[in-house]
């Protein structure tokens, strides 16, 4: 069948989508700005909530702190550019349409940021979520994929982190990086900040040589459903970046 690509065109400068696509562009630029971000490597993504399976991508070969929301690109589920200026990059497709089409998640952040990634080659693969205050924020929203099989080149290799997954928010996956989903633009981008937060004090406190001091894991419990009830902190995060990084 033909793709109608004016009518994509369209929808793509509606006012919903640019929204997405700056927000999308902000997060990007924030990741840089938090030194979140790797080469022009690593992928951002949102599904246009249509049910169409098209979804919003960061284009290939920029550095994530050149991204505006006219360098942003859309895709259908198979990987075909519909609108925007720039290619998309195909390994980019094999992660992020099987995260939005078999998990549903609407925001997808892949990234190979230093701390967390770090704790993907340990044995625990995984962030200590009974440690630090933020860790605690995502106490039983996360998993560990333990499976390494190279660059993720195909289909098969994004659907099988998506199944890995098992509906969680966050999956670290093993000697490569984490992916960060969310329902909002701003809850993903606070997660993947706080997330790589977290590592970072995991890791220097491993690092002191003193013996680690967890919490009950009842105490992390209720300090993630407090974090989850005070969303609003997400919103005004993203907000205060959005003025920032202009």
């Known amino acids: 069948m033909a793709i109608d690509r004016s009518a994509h065109e369209q ?17 990007l630029r924030a990741a840089a700005y938090h030194g979140l971000s790797e ?39 198979t990987g075909e550019k ?17 995260i939005h089409q078999i998990a549903g998640k609407a925001c997808v952040l892949h990234t190979h940021m230093p701390y967390a990634t770090a704790l993907t080659m340990t044995r625990a693969r995984s962030l200590d979520t009974t440690l630090s205050q933020n860790a605690m924020r995502f ?17 098969a290799e994004g659907e099988r982190i998506a199944i890995a997954m098992q509906g969680a928010d966050i999956v670290f996956l093993g000697n490569h990086g984490v992916v960060v989903c969310s329902s909002r633009m701003d809850y993903a981008y606070e997660d993947l900040y706080f997330l790589e937060r977290a ?18 894991p009842a105490i992390a419990e209720r300090v993630c459903a407090e974090v989850d009830s005070e969303r609003l902190q997400s919103t005004l995060f993203f907000e205060a970046l959005r003025r920032q990084l202009k």
Do not use: K
């Not at 929808?11 to 997060?27: G, M, N, Q, V």
């Not at 599904?47 to 991204?67: A, C, H, K």
């Not at 505006?68 to 895709?75: A, C, P, Q, S």
């Not at 106490?139 to 289909?155: C, I």
């Open 82 to 98: 519909l609108a925007g200026r720039h290619p998309v990059e195909p390994t980019a497709m094999h992660i992020h349409a099987a």
């Open 11 to 27: 929808d793509f400068e509606s006012p919903d989508i640019t929204r997405l696509r700056e927000d999308l562009a902000l997060a």
């Open 199 to 216: 590592c970072q004090m995991e890791i220097h406190a491993r690092a002191s040589g003193h013996p680690l001091a967890p919490v009950d």
């Open 39 to 77: 080469g022009v490597c690593n992928h951002f993504s949102v599904e246009i909530p249509d049910q169409s399976g098209r979804f919003l991508l960061n284009p290939r070969g920029l550095l994530w702190e050149e991204v505006h929301t006219d360098d942003i690109v859309m895709v259908d589920s």
């Open 139 to 155: 106490h039983g929203r996360l998993v560990a994929d333990h499976d390494y099989n190279g660059l993720a080149l195909g289909a």
